[in-house]
């Protein structure tokens, strides 16, 4: 029996082997060399496979075994096959029991391709001695690090917790990997956690909506609007943990709070409260991959608030938000059938000048 980290392993090597059938008389069965262990988490056995099976010992029974911890190896002495045997073998089973700590957590378990995302990883019997840890493109652990692992230096905490910061994922793309790690350059943990590399969020293809950036709404009453978080190919994101600076300034010269929200879901939600009528401007700014606080896409917007308008209107499934929409698609579809008609050459001569370059303008206005 091996103390290992998450579970206790236990060892069988050699013995006898041979069928029977239910009510036949039992006889001796042939020796055999093989080796297997029992995972005590899940009581199920897996045999080893040794990658020099012909250099192994001979078959054999009633072989001492001990466990060397120092270099995580069995030690097999002697035994019987028809005569007592004098020899001893070691067999490394350090991939199988691993080293004396495991990793069981990381938080978050997803972060942007450019790295820099400090997470935070659980685990057990952690030391404060040289620790690396590594991120391995795919679904299976590793035993070696390899050319598709990338590594990054872990910050001890405690013996049940590190702190480190994601290396750069651009060399593989947004795919899934698994983490491990390593103290004092010793094997890699058997015990691994999932981590998924995403497309960077862009602060030119996120974008905000609700009521809170619309006119006429209601004084006294909490508005809100939404924050949507995007990637590079202007998908919504689907998690949070971004940082995110909005700034309310009234027309007076007052600053309004105000408070965010994050859903985890890559919506992130901004509420506050104006309490006489005035104009607003409301800034949001995005911390980039670079550390650096660059503005939305429309930012800044603006809103007004009137004592006349009803509280409803400042909730995001109230009458204000359908009604600014259907405004839009409408003053969309004039703009559209205006340029269209602009652009059509049939009806106009184009030897004038400035007809040319009315249809000219019109035709780059619906291209753009």
């Not at 055999?32 to 045999?47: Q, S």
């Not at 790295?115 to 030391?127: A, L, S």
């Not at 917790?161 to 058997?190: D, H, M, R, W, Y």
């Not at 839009?328 to 059509?344: P, Y």
Request: with cysteine; aromatic share 10%; hydrophobic share 35%.
């Amino acid at each position: 029996m091996v103390e290992a980290i998450p579970s206790w392993k236990y060892f069988i090597f050699g013995g006898e082997s041979t069928n029977f059938n239910e009510g036949q008389q039992r006889t001796f069965g042939a020796y055999v060399n093989t080796a297997c262990y029992l995972d005590l988490a899940n009581f199920k056995w897996a045999e080893i496979k040794t990658e020099n099976a012909e250099h192994g010992p001979t078959p054999r029974e009633y072989s001492s075994m001990s466990y060397d911890h120092a270099n995580s190896r069995l030690i097999v002495f002697g035994g019987w096959n028809n005569g007592w045997l004098n020899d001893c073998y070691a067999l490394s089973v350090g991939k199988i029991v691993g080293p004396s700590y495991a990793i069981t957590e990381i938080d978050p378990p997803l972060g942007q391709l450019t790295g820099g995302v400090p997470v935070t990883i659980k685990g057990q019997c952690f030391k404060d001695q040289s620790i690396k840890i590594y991120f391995t493109v795919g679904k299976v652990p590793t035993d070696v690090p390899s050319k598709f692992t990338l590594e990054t230096t872990g910050v001890f905490v405690s013996e049940t917790e590190l702190t480190a910061v994601t290396p750069n994922f651009e060399t593989f793309g947004p795919k899934e990997c698994v983490v491990q790690l390593s103290i004092l350059g010793n094997e890699l943990t058997t015990t691994s956690v999932p981590f998924t590399y995403f497309m960077n969020t862009r602060a030119l293809k996120s974008l905000c909506f609700g009521p809170g950036l619309l006119k006429e709404q209601a004084v006294g009453e909490p508005v809100e609007f939404v924050i949507q978080a995007r990637n590079d190919e202007g998908l919504n994101r689907k998690s949070g943990r971004y940082i995110f600076q909005v700034t309310i300034k009234a027309d007076t010269g007052a600053e309004v709070p105000c408070e965010i929200a994050d859903h985890d879901d890559g919506q992130y939600f901004v509420t506050y409260t104006v309490q006489q009528e005035c104009s607003v401007t409301i800034t949001v700014l995005f911390q980039d991959d670079k550390g650096k606080m660059v503005p939305l896409r429309g930012s800044p917007y603006s809103a007004s608030f009137s004592a006349a308008t009803k509280a409803d209107s400042n909730h995001l499934t109230g009458p204000s938000l359908p009604k600014y929409v259907t405004k839009v698609i409408d003053e969309t579809g004039r703009w559209m059938k205006e340029t269209t008609n602009a652009a059509k050459t049939s009806d106009k001569d184009l030897s004038e000048i400035k007809t040319l370059i009315g249809v000219v303008d019109s035709v780059k206005q619906v291209q753009a």
